[in-house]
């Protein structure tokens, strides 16, 4: 064939092959690969510098006065006004947790209880954390993960190492941490900042036989954004036998598992969490997770398991994909504007990029609720 073209149609043939992959390697790789070279070059010089964020005094005092109007309220009504909120965070990701919970005390009147979920490593730096800031009116409890229920559970092909953070599987486990909540409660990442009244959030409705309320990734916004085609195809292995016995269409909208309302008692009833430690554990021996830019991680059992059974939440209550920087090669993915991102109820920086990063996108919301750590230990990377 090319012999018969001769050796010009031959070179443009080649030209063409390098301009495609040149193309191919510019829309995948590099939007992933250049924050990471800037992030890498210029960590080690601002680290070191100060950080120069607000301090949190200024609104401290405010969230204070919310914090006793708060109490009153509660005191006037039954356990039913309580919002029950959980956050799960290890050691790396301590700060993002910290602004999470001033962003949701900061903009709701109602009292708030935390169930708050660390490693051994970080309990008494989280509990000092609170206690010497704004915070430590809140009502919360503290738990430490055991990282004995997910020894040998846990396994990451390629991709993201952190995802296998024991701390990102808590979430399995939420009657197991504990046992004497059996209502609703809101589950949120650490990466996320909510600015609307988290009691919204929190009457999501559930319908009758759904195990939980969760963001479709394929619906209005949240798939304007993303390169993914937002199915269950992209996070499971539909060559697995045992995935395919679900019987899942590999069409199915997929959703974020980084947060969501369930009820406990329903959970504990259902024994969601065995569901979630046989895919977990066979994952583990056979290829159950799909294509790992998918996300890998505890995305994957949780969509096995909740399959046709949630309810949908409110699309501006989760606002995502702050943490994927780059769409598009040559933009840098500043996709949303700030009049949207104001509006927004809850944004997620879901993705690699966080907002306690070298790079990130909107982090002038995140750092309006962040309160620097008294012991030093975590530190956003800011330029001066
Ligand atoms: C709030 O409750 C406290 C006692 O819990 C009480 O002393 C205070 O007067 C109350 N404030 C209002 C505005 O009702
Ligand atoms: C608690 O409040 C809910 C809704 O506000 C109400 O339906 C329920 O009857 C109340 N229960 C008690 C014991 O007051
Ligand atoms: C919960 O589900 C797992 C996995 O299907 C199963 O092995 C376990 O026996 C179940 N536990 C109960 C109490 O039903």
């Not at 070279?37 to 401290?60: A, C, E, N, Q, Y």
């Not at 409660?185 to 036989?209: A, P, R, S």
């Not at 920086?349 to 008294?374: A, E, L």
Request: aromatic letters at 12%; glycine letters at 8%; charged letters at 25%.
């Amino acid at each position: 064939m090319i012999f018969e073209m001769g050796i010009l149609s031959a070179r443009k043939v080649g030209v063409l092959l390098a301009l495609f992959w040149m193309g191919t390697l510019c829309y995948f790789w590099l939007p992933d690969h250049i924050p990471d070279f800037l992030d890498l070059r210029t960590k080690s010089t601002v680290r070191r510098r100060h950080d120069t964020l607000p301090r949190p005094h200024s609104f401290g005092h405010l969230s204070n006065l919310i914090r006793m109007d708060q109490r009153n309220v509660s005191n006037g009504h039954n356990s039913s006004d309580i919002v029950h909120v959980c956050i799960t965070s290890d050691g790396n990701t301590l700060g993002g947790m910290i602004a999470l919970i001033n962003s949701i005390v900061t903009n709701t009147k109602h009292h708030v209880r935390f169930h708050l979920v660390t490693d051994e490593d970080s309990v008494d730096h989280l509990r000092a954390w609170i206690q010497t800031s704004s915070l430590r009116q809140i009502d919360y409890e503290l738990k430490v993960f055991p990282d004995s229920w997910v020894s040998g559970k846990i396994k990451i092909r390629g991709g993201r190492q952190e995802l296998g953070s024991p701390l990102n599987y808590a979430r399995y486990y939420l009657p197991k941490l504990f046992p004497k909540l059996k209502e609703k409660i809101v589950f949120l990442d650490d990466d996320c900042i909510v600015q609307g009244d988290i009691m919204e959030l929190y009457k999501t409705e559930i319908k009758k036989g759904h195990l939980g309320a969760f963001s479709e990734d394929c619906k209005g916004l949240n798939k304007r954004l993303s390169r993914l085609s937002n199915v269950y195809a992209e996070f499971l292995d539909f060559k697995n036998k045992h995935v395919q016995e679900k019987k899942i269409r590999p069409s199915a909208c997929s959703f974020n598992t980084g947060l969501f309302v369930t009820d406990l008692g329903n959970w504990h009833k259902e024994n969601i969490t065995g569901q979630l430690e046989y895919w977990m554990e066979l994952n583990t021996r056979e290829e159950v997770y799909g294509n790992e830019r998918g996300g890998g991680g505890s995305q994957p059992p949780m969509m096995l398991v909740f399959y046709n059974r949630i309810s949908p939440i409110d699309s501006m209550w989760h606002v995502r994909y702050l943490g994927m920087l780059s769409q598009r090669c040559w933009t840098s993915g500043t996709s949303y504007s700030k009049a949207f991102i104001a509006q927004a109820k809850l944004l997620h920086w879901n993705g690699k990029f966080k907002p306690w990063g070298r790079v990130s996108q909107h982090r002038d919301v995140w750092d309006k609720y962040y309160i620097t750590d008294p012991t030093g230990k975590f530190r956003p990377i800011r330029r001066v």
